[in-house]
């Protein structure tokens, strides 16, 4: 059996996880060498699920197959994706997406079973709720919706990771028991970042804040940042901060049973990155002019990562 020696691939799926996410990429190149490179692919296979699920020059008829179908194509070896029409910054990783297949097909036959099911339920729960508001111009309505989207995109994900953690070894007080918490971490990284991203998804026609919520300010969500409107606008996110800040407690005792410190630091930096966020945009009406970022998610996770170190020094 010729064992592939050029890790090529490897290096390339790095390069992608580096261009594709500003908040994700330092913490999941810091984690022990078990974790590290099926949490880099399991974000790699995500991000592709969710550059199709973005793309709004798909059409549904298209778009709900190639969701739902998705997960095998992980066992299509040479596959690509080159119709992404407004997707720019993953539109490479979708032209040599077999490279994340062909490191897809290396890993231990336990982290494949957890990422092929996890892909299934993610990328099956997108379509849903795409082919619902393809139906329903308002987007979200009730606040179950929104959770349930949520689940969907972010608390899912989540879960996953906590089968991986505890499929490594690394973790072993966590047990699937608490999927409502792991739910929780996704849902408040997911709920900071829909209500930072309101003027790029409302002027992409992508409609993510609850009408529950949004309807008790205005008429028409798409109206908020209209002169006039800022006292509704400002209490319209106050409303939606408060809904995503009931998460914070869940998502602090699940830190609170994490033991292997780089996993800890994957979990906690991002939450620590949100709270930054969702403390920015409080009563801010900047995120109705653009999107409101704290310093840039990777420079940030790096300064952190440092500051452990200096600190390990110090002792
Ligand atoms: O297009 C964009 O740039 C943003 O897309 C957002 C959207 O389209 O809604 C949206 O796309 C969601 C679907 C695809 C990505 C899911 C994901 C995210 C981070 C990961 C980290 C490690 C491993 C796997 C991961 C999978 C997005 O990226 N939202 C950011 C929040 C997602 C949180 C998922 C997450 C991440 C780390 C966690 C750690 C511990 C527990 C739960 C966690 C849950
Ligand atoms: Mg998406
Ligand atoms: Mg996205």
Redesign the pocket.
């Known amino acids: 059996k010729i064992i592939k020696c050029d890790r090529s691939t490897q290096t390339r799926c790095y390069e992608f996880l580096n261009m594709?996410?500003?908040?994700?990429a330092a913490?999941?190149q810091n984690l022990d060498v078990e974790l590290r490179d099926v949490?880099?692919l399991?974000?790699l296979?995500?991000?592709g699920?969710?550059?199709i699920?973005?793309d709004m020059t798909i059409p549904i008829e298209k778009k709900d197959p190639l969701l739902r179908d998705f997960y095998k194509i992980l066992r299509v070896e040479g596959w690509r994706f080159e119709e992404n029409g407004d997707?720019e910054?993953?539109r490479q990783l979708m032209l040599e997406f077999y490279v994340v297949i062909d490191e897809f097909l290396r890993l231990k036959e336990k982290y494949q079973n957890i990422l092929t099911n996890m892909c299934k339920r993610?990328a099956n729960g997108?379509a849903d709720c795409a082919t619902h508001a393809a139906h329903n111009a308002d987007g979200l309505i009730t606040l179950e919706d929104f959770d349930k989207y949520c689940h969907y995109?972010?608390?899912l994900?989540?879960?996953?990771?906590?089968q991986l953690f505890i499929a490594s070894g690394l973790e072993t007080e966590l047990t699937e028991k608490d999927e409502a918490l792991?739910?929780s971490?996704?849902l408040f990284?997911?709920k900071?970042?829909?209500t930072r991203?309101y003027l790029e998804d409302v002027s992409h026609g992508r409609w993510?804040w609850p009408k529950a919520i949004w309807s008790q300010y205005t008429s028409d969500l798409s109206a908020l940042p209209n002169p006039g409107n800022e006292m509704a606008a400002l209490n319209c996110l106050s409303a939606i901060l408060l809904n995503a800040l009931q998460h914070v407690t869940q998502?602090l005792t699940?830190m609170s049973r994490l033991h292997n410190q780089s996993v800890f630091e994957?979990?906690a930096i991002?939450?620590v990155m949100a709270i930054a966020t969702l403390t920015l945009m409080f009563r801010n009406i900047d995120v109705y002019r653009k999107v409101v970022k704290i310093r840039k998610g990777q420079a940030l996770s790096v300064s952190i990562l440092k500051l452990r170190d200096n600190a390990y020094r110090l002792d």
Do not use: H
């Not at 594709?20 to 994700?24: G, L, P, Q, V, Y």
């Open positions: 594709t996410s500003r908040s994700f913490v999941i949490i880099c399991f974000y296979i995500l991000r699920v969710d550059t699920e973005d997707q910054r993953d993610v997108m995109v972010a608390g994900p989540g879960i996953g990771l906590t792991a739910n971490m996704g990284l997911q900071v970042n829909i991203d993510y998502n699940y994957f979990c991002p939450q």
